[in-house]
């Protein structure tokens, strides 16, 4: 970069503002890649999900008086 000091100061801020800016565009777009592209949380949930109602069916079931 031996020859970026020579710029005028309005083009580095402007080099410097596309530089932040595809950067920031980058993250964005790698996140919402990395985000969508797993399910793995929402399997996570499912199952703990499913998991809670068959125990609660079980307890239900099981300590309601009177039955039989």
């Known amino acids: 970069m031996a020859g970026f000091g020579s710029l005028a100061p309005k083009t580095k801020n ?4 596309g530089g932040l800016t595809g950067f920031v565009f980058g993250v964005y777009y ?4 990395a985000v969508g592209s797993t ?4 399997v996570t949930i499912d199952k703990f999900e ?3 109602k068959k125990e609660e ?3 239900t079931s099981s300590s309601t008086p009177g039955s039989s």
């Open 39 to 42: 399910d793995e949380l929402q």
């Open 57 to 59: 069916a079980a307890a």
């Open 14 to 17: 402007v080099v410097v503002a």
């Open 50 to 52: 499913d998991l809670k």
């Open 30 to 33: 790698y996140t919402m890649w």
